[in-house]
């Protein structure tokens, strides 16, 4: 059981930061490509990286029996 949580948040942080990096470098892109180096949008990129990857945890913490990555057999 401590063992299932621990992946959970390794998978959690890692999902978070992958979002996270990503939207502040599409940020970054569309930033300096069309709104003349402002930086709302970087902040926006990043912000909607941290929310994405925050619901992906609080889905992933709220599906106790959901188990990723590996194929069940039926009980028939």
Avoid at 46 to 56: A, C, I, P, R
Wanted: with cysteine; glycine share 14%; charged share 20%.
């Amino acid at each position: 059981m401590a063992d299932e949580y621990g992946r959970k948040w390794d998978r959690c942080l890692a999902d978070t930061a992958l979002k996270t990096v990503t939207g502040l470098g599409v940020g970054l892109v569309f930033s300096v490509l069309l709104f003349k180096r402002r930086t709302w949008p970087v902040a926006f990129g990043s912000g909607l990286g941290v929310g994405m990857g925050y619901m992906n945890c609080q889905h992933d913490f709220r599906s106790p029996y959901l188990i990723h990555g590996h194929m069940v057999k039926d009980q028939d």
